[in-house]
């Protein structure tokens, strides 16, 4: 239940903040902000049809159409409907997103001098993070909960845009071990996702998860002959795809480097906890290149 109760925690949080509620012409749309600014952007794909609105200054909200005449040909509405909104001429802009993001922040710029474009011109954006912590390697058997120090790299790729929602992850992280009381130690390679669903320009908030695990493990290993116990150390690899989920924070310190705090491996849906519930803290140093 512990596990189910988090899992759908997190789903709600990403779903309350990845859109809103609005009404348009008595219709109840949900909506996504696309374009923050002097005109907003909103868009959602609805009964598998892009729709997509502009609200202006006075709060009004439209739709952006492209109706087509009984000569089957289209009138092409939202290119008036820009115009009047922005006083920029329309006429090379297609009813697309990403062309739609181009001529609203152009706009934008020149009613705003601080406005920033949150869309960046580039296909990926890559942050390099170094880490380290501490970590009770929860789905171990540990039964004295001992905590060992976690330290490692990873490499993020995210979407082409300065706060960017969505990213995948590579991830290296290697736990040391206690040699008198919890002689294990593991370096892991790790693929997984990343959702931030809470952006500000200061912090972020997120929910990530690993999807597929390589662990070269060591640890001792007793072996019973008679009334004789010898204990040895021993190796293992294993690939797992276990999903393992966490949460972490983004805090800016500058234009290209964050401070990333990380409360890992909370659950996994794929291993057991062993009974000990995650002390894996991470505290890192995040920088775009």
Known sequence: MKKIFLLLTIFYCVSVNAQDSYTVNGETLQLKTEVDGNVDLLWNIIDNEYRYFIRTSDNSITELVNTRNDNDKYQEEYKTTLGKATGMSADKVNLTLP????????????????????????????????FGGITNSPFVKNPENVKTPVFGAELEVSEGRENPRHSGFFQVRHVLEDADEFPYSTTELSLGYRFRFIRSTGFNIFADVKAATVNFAKGNIATIDGEEVTISEGSDTAFDVPFIFGLGADIRISDTSFITVGYNQLFALFLDDQDNFSTDITLGYKLKL
Not at 99 to 108: G, K, Q, R, V
Not at 111 to 119: C, G, I, K, L, P
């Open 99 to 130: 062309s739609l993001i181009s001529f609203i922040e152009s706009h934008n710029k020149t009613q705003d001098a601080n406005f920033v474009s949150t869309h960046s011109k580039s296909k990926a954006q890559l942050r390099l993070m170094v």
